[in-house]
C-alpha cells in the first residue's frame, strides 16, 4: 500500500511535467502531450511516467525524443521543486496508448451493434 507521502510527490511529479511539455509543445502545433500517471519508487530514486501523445502516430516519434532529453526535464523538473524535494527522481517515459485502446473496443462495439 503506497503512503500519502508518496502519493503526493507522485502527483506533483505529474503535474510539474505535465507544464513541462505544455511549455516546450507551444512551439510544435497540433501536439499535445499529456501526463496520465506517475509512479515513483518508494525510496525516491525513479519515477516512471506514462504519457498520452496527441496524435497517437507521433507518439513514438515524441516519446524517443523525450527519451533523448531525459536529463534536460529532469534539470526543468530539479528547478521547480526544488523546494519540496531534495533528489529528484530519475525519470523513465513510456507511451500510455489505453485511450486508443478504448477507441478500438468502441469501433468494434459500434461494429456488432451494426451488423
Excluded: C, W
Excluded at 56 to 82: C, M, P, T, Y
Amino acid at each position: 500500500m503506497e503512503s500519502k507521502r508518496l502519493q503526493k510527490i507522485e502527483r506533483l511529479v505529474q503535474k510539474d511535467l505535465g507544464e513541462i511539455f505544455l511549455s516546450q509543445t507551444r512551439s510544435m502545433p497540433g501536439i499535445l502531450i499529456s501526463v496520465t500517471k506517475v509512479r515513483v519508487s518508494p525510496d525516491l530514486g525513479l519515477a516512471k511516467a506514462y504519457l498520452s501523445v496527441f496524435p497517437s502516430e507521433k507518439g513514438k516519434e515524441i516519446l524517443d525524443a523525450i527519451n533523448q532529453n531525459k536529463k534536460a526535464v529532469r534539470f526543468e523538473l530539479g528547478q521547480l521543486e526544488k523546494n519540496q524535494l531534495r533528489k529528484i527522481p530519475e525519470l523513465n517515459f513510456f507511451l500510455d496508448d489505453s485511450l486508443d485502446y478504448l477507441e478500438n473496443i468502441n469501433n468494434l462495439l459500434k461494429k456488432t451493434k451494426d451488423s
